[in-house]
């Protein structure tokens, strides 16, 4: 079955350093990869994704992600972070049958 | 992006009512609408699939019984929660997608059941 794996349920990164926000996936043929930001009592909105062609996917405000095949993983990624990037975010895979399975989220802490 | 607008943002009711919940594409044709729940803290669980003009798709463990979806436009669909129970107080969310695009998110029902 599709799944995938955030690891870390935290990460905490002061102001203006680069971030990384983990994730490994498991999948049959093809990845479709998706990264999405939930901020408090809202909905999903959508950072960026990955089906094919280039590895380095750039996406919303300034956030990017890295396909690598070889380990499997997806991890997201921003040169300097802001405190506004704080929010909890989820990688998320699309399935043989079309759906799309989430990973548990990871909260993210910018500190000032 | 597209735009998926989710109604209401908010709603309590007492146990044993009904509730229904409304999702629409603003700006594209969802051939595709999914609903979640989530809890505190955690993820998003895919409640059902629902595709324009037939029956939903539910996932293991979810009533269709209790909550029913309606997909009768490729810009609508709707969740009813019926007999509400205060155990179904959750955050609901939908996602809609046209044919081989990316989802894009409701912004989410807080339901609460008194």
């Known amino acids: 079955a599709q799944s995938v794996a955030q690891p870390e349920d935290q990460v905490n990164v002061a102001e203006g350093n680069p971030l990384t926000v983990k994730c490994t996936y498991s999948?049959?043929?093809?990845?479709?990869l998706f990264w999405y930001v939930q901020y408090p009592n809202r909905g999903l909105q959508f950072l960026l994704k990955?089906?094919?062609?280039?590895?380095l996917v750039k996406g919303s405000y300034g956030f990017e992600a890295e396909f690598n095949k070889s380990q499997t993983s997806f991890h997201l990624k921003k040169p300097s972070a802001l405190v506004s990037d704080s929010a909890l975010y989820f990688c998320?895979?699309?399935?043989?049958?079309?759906?799309?399975?989430f990973g548990k989220g990871t909260r993210l802490h910018i500190l000032p | 992006g597209a735009v998926v607008s989710q109604h209401p943002s908010r709603v309590i009711c007492k146990s044993g009512t009904s509730v229904k919940i409304e999702c629409r594409s603003l700006?594209?044709?969802?051939?595709?609408m999914f609903w979640y729940r989530q809890f505190p803290k955690q993820s998003l669980m895919l409640m059902a699939t629902?595709?324009?003009?037939?029956?939903?798709?539910?996932e293991q463990g979810v009533e269709k019984d209790k909550f029913l979806i309606n997909h009768a436009s490729l810009t609508l669909s709707t969740l009813t929660v019926t007999s509400a129970h205060p155990e179904d107080s959750s955050f609901y969310i939908c996602?809609?997608?046209?044919?081989?695009?990316?989802?894009?998110f409701g912004q989410g029902t807080r339901l609460t059941v008194v």
């Open positions: 998320a895979v699309r399935d043989m049958y079309d759906k799309i399975i």
């Open positions: 996602s809609a997608r046209e044919l081989n695009t990316e989802a894009f």
């Open positions: 700006d594209f044709q969802a051939t595709t």
């Open positions: 990955y089906i094919t062609g280039d590895n």
């Open positions: 999948v049959s043929g093809n990845p479709y």
């Open positions: 629902s595709n324009e003009g037939s029956k939903a798709t539910y």
